[in-house]
Nanobody, 118 residues
Framework: QVQLVESGGGVVQAGGSLRLSCAAS????????MGWYRQTPGKQRELVAT???????NYADFVKGRFTISRDNAKITVYLQMNSLKPDDTAVYYC????????????WGQGTQVTVSS
């Protein structure tokens, strides 16, 4: 089992910045990729960014050039630096960790609200 605890959400004006953090604990040796997803009411959860254990990153087109994902393997923590925030970025952001052992398992954090005011 892996537990994920997110922090860093809040309210910010358009054009501002926020930094999300997600700390993993538990059976962390089997963690492969970590990432961030977001969800708004009535919509499906969507990928924001992912990062592999070796640092390879993947971003959704709508955040390229504005958001940066990073990972501290020693602290087993993943970060999402969000710059140039837009009102459309308002959502609940969820941390994700993928473990690969006998099978692939996805773990999710509790979510943190990000609200961007215009």
């Amino acid at each position: 089992q892996v537990q994920l605890v997110e922090s860093g959400g809040g309210v910010v004006q358009a054009g501002g910045s926020l930094r999300l953090s997600c700390a993993a604990s538990g059976s962390t040796l089997s963690i492969s990729h970590m990432g961030w997803y977001r969800q708004t009411p009535g919509k499906q959860r969507e990928l924001v960014a992912t990062i592999s254990g070796r640092g390879s990153t993947n971003y959704a087109d709508f955040v390229k050039g504005r958001f940066t994902i990073s990972r501290d393997n020693a602290k087993i923590t993943v970060y999402l630096q969000m710059n140039s925030l837009k009102p459309d970025d308002t959502a609940v952001y969820y941390c994700n960790a993928v473990t690969v052992a006998v099978s692939v398992v996805n773990y999710w954090g509790q979510g943190t609200q990000v609200t961007v005011s215009s």
